[in-house]
């Protein structure tokens, strides 16, 4: 790869890269490491992570669990429906 202005060469940065265990995220880590870029990549796949450390190079580091994924989290979101209320007008059936 040739460089060019959008792709500078070393240019002493670092970058940390999540969901970098495979797929875009592992491409878009080796793509700046390529480019001289210090990586941290991090996924709840460690063993994946670690292989994307291994391949973007030294001074590369990986590390697992790349934001929450406690179940009181995953199932905030899921948990919490609306729940009928009579106050707008509407009736609820017994």
């Given at each position: 790869m040739t460089p060019t202005d959008t792709q500078p060469q070393n240019p002493?940065?670092?970058?940390?890269?999540?969901?970098?265990?495979?797929?875009?995220?592992?491409?878009?880590?080796l793509g700046f490491a390529e480019r001289g870029y210090a990586v941290a990549v991090a996924?709840?796949?460690?063993?994946?992570?670690?292989e994307t450390a291994a391949l973007a190079g030294p001074p590369a580091v990986a590390s697992g669990r790349a934001g929450s994924t406690s179940p009181r989290w995953?199932?905030?979101?899921?948990?919490?429906?609306?729940?009928?209320?009579?106050a707008a007008g509407g009736s609820t059936c017994s």
């Open positions: 002493g940065g670092t970058v940390l890269i999540t969901g970098a265990a495979g797929g875009l995220g592992r491409s878009f880590a996924d709840i796949d460690e063993a994946g992570a670690a995953s199932r905030r979101g899921r948990s919490r429906r609306p729940r009928p209320s009579s």
